[in-house]
Nanobody
């Protein structure tokens, strides 16, 4: 079955950097679109960055110019480089994989990794 495992979260001071990783298994990674989402306490989960199987990327306005999403199909892994972190970036970051079937799409989720940015 599909499994997504995030890593790289932690506690960092404002202005610092972190690199998140999402390792996928049980899937043909290169066929899938991938994304990073985050959920802050008391808020809904929101899209942070997205990368398609054609390597087209998109970002939430709040992270443009600071975050970079990438993928390594040889390693079945997606990354999120986060620079110039702000306290409002704090939250649980989730990896999402979108698989396409003849009847439509299905999203798989990782368990999440906590990112805490102190001021």
């Amino acid at each position: 079955q599909v499994e997504l495992v995030e890593s790289g979260g932690g506690l960092v001071q404002a202005g610092g950097s972190l690199r998140l990783s999402c390792a996928a298994s049980g899937t043909v990674f290169s066929n899938n679109d991938m994304g990073w989402y985050r959920q802050a306490p008391g808020k809904q989960r929101e899209l942070v960055a997205f990368i398609t199987r054609e390597y087209v990327t998109s970002y939430a306005d709040s992270v443009k110019g600071r975050f970079t999403i990438s993928r390594d199909n040889a390693k079945d892994t997606m990354y999120l480089q986060m620079n110039s972190l702000k306290p409002e970036d704090t939250g649980v970051y989730y990896c999402m994989q979108r698989e396409w079937y003849p009847v439509g799409e299905y999203d798989f989720w990782g368990q999440g990794t906590q990112v805490t940015v102190s001021s």
